[in-house]
């Protein structure tokens, strides 16, 4: 069993829809938890960092944990072309090496 | 500031041959990262440095796979000799712990595309 999994999709939405994209882990020692954004031939970006369970927004960008069922989320809201990327979740126990799903490719309709 | 900068970003070499890869990291990052994604799956972690120490070398491949790190500067990752297997995209991270020794994220580079043939 992968620690991080995550449907690859690809999900396609038309613009300004809401984008749900969920990951779930095995391990009970993650504490920190990651959405990066990864563009095509680019590195992954950084897009939001949650520590342990609970909400946390930044713009259009919603991360959620709930570390009782082990669950991660991260929502798009008025998702724009622009957010069309590879999305992938991570975690880890600390110290270090970074746990990461297998991204799921999201493309935003005009 | 610049970013996390890794070169070549392509590389195609032949079964056997041998490749080097180089990545700096932002300048004063203490923590640096080589991650691997062979195609289909999911970013997978190599190794780790603090300053010119390895700290986690748990995820190196084989012994194929020597990485350095010069003065705690830049760090190179040489494949040698190169398998069909070892085909993919390697990123180099860095990160910088606060005085707390929180990690809020790394820095990735935009990674070298290997291609052995």
């Known amino acids: 069993q992968k620690e991080v999994e995550q449907d690859p999709g690809p999900l396609s939405v038309p613009e300004g829809a809401i984008v749900s994209l969920n990951c779930t882990y095995s391990n009970s020692a993650f504490q920190y938890f990651m959405w990066y954004r990864q563009y095509s031939r680019k590195g992954p970006e950084l897009l939001m960092y949650t520590y342990s369970s609970g909400n946390k927004e930044d713009g259009r960008f919603t991360a959620q944990v709930d570390k009782s069922s082990k669950y991660i989320s991260l929502f798009i809201r008025d998702s724009q072309p622009s957010d069309s990327a590879t999305y992938l979740c991570a975690s880890y126990p600390p110290p270090g090496k970074l746990i990461f799903g297998q991204g799921t490719t999201l493309q935003v309709k005009p | 500031e610049a970013g996390v900068t890794q070169f070549p970003s392509h590389s195609v070499i032949e079964k056997g041959q041998t490749v080097t890869l180089r990545c700096d990291p932002i300048s004063g990052h203490d923590n640096l990262y080589w991650y691997r994604r062979v195609m289909g799956k999911e970013i997978k972690f190599l190794l780790h440095?603090?300053?010119?120490?390895?700290?986690?070398e748990s995820g190196m491949p084989n012994n194929r796979f020597l990485a350095e790190r010069t003065g705690g500067t830049y760090s190179t990752l040489k494949v040698q000799p190169a398998e069909l297997e070892d085909s993919g995209v390697y990123f180099c991270?860095?990160?910088?712990?606060?005085?707390?020794?929180?990690?809020?994220?790394?820095?990735f580079g935009s990674g070298t595309r290997l291609t052995v043939v």
């Open positions: 991270a860095s990160s910088q712990d606060d005085v707390q020794g929180k990690n809020y994220g790394y820095t």
């Open positions: 440095f603090v300053k010119e120490s390895k700290q986690d």
